[in-house]
């Protein structure tokens, strides 16, 4: 089964930028749909992001026009572009493919999830 591995979170200060990647070891074409997700603490995990096989983007609300997300399919590799970040996008990062294209509700991913990769925006 498709592995995945996030890389890229850091400790930024706010209204700074990051750029996140997840690498899969199969093709995410194959896949279809990828979105990048996060987990706060002692919150739920939310979508966030998705991008269809084609390029096709969709965003929450709370990162609409701050994070672009864009994927690589010869590379197998989403990106996470994070730009003015605030406190309150600190959070573990994951990606997965979306069970349901929805950013309410439960964040279903169809792929084991990878380890995730920790994103704090502190002064």
């Known amino acids: 089964q498709v592995q995945l591995v996030e890389s890229g979170g850091d400790l930024v200060q706010p209204g700074g930028s990051l750029r996140l990647s997840c690498a899969a070891s199969?093709?995410?074409?194959?896949?279809?749909?990828m979105g990048w997700y996060r987990q706060a603490p002692e919150k739920q995990r939310e979508l966030v992001a998705t991008?269809?096989?084609?390029?096709?983007?969709n965003y929450a609300d709370s990162v609409k026009g701050r994070f672009t997300i864009s994927r690589d399919n010869v590379k197998n590799t989403v990106y996470l572009q994070m730009n003015s970040l605030k406190p309150e996008d600190t959070a573990v990062y994951y990606c997965?493919?979306?069970?349901?294209?929805?950013?309410?509700?439960?964040?279903?991913?169809?792929?084991?999830w990878g380890q995730g990769t920790q994103v704090t925006v502190s002064s």
């Open positions: 199969g093709s995410i074409f194959s896949i279809g749909t």
């Open positions: 991008n269809s096989r084609l390029g096709n983007t």
């Open positions: 997965n493919s979306p069970v349901i294209l929805e950013f309410t509700g439960d964040a279903l991913g169809k792929l084991p």
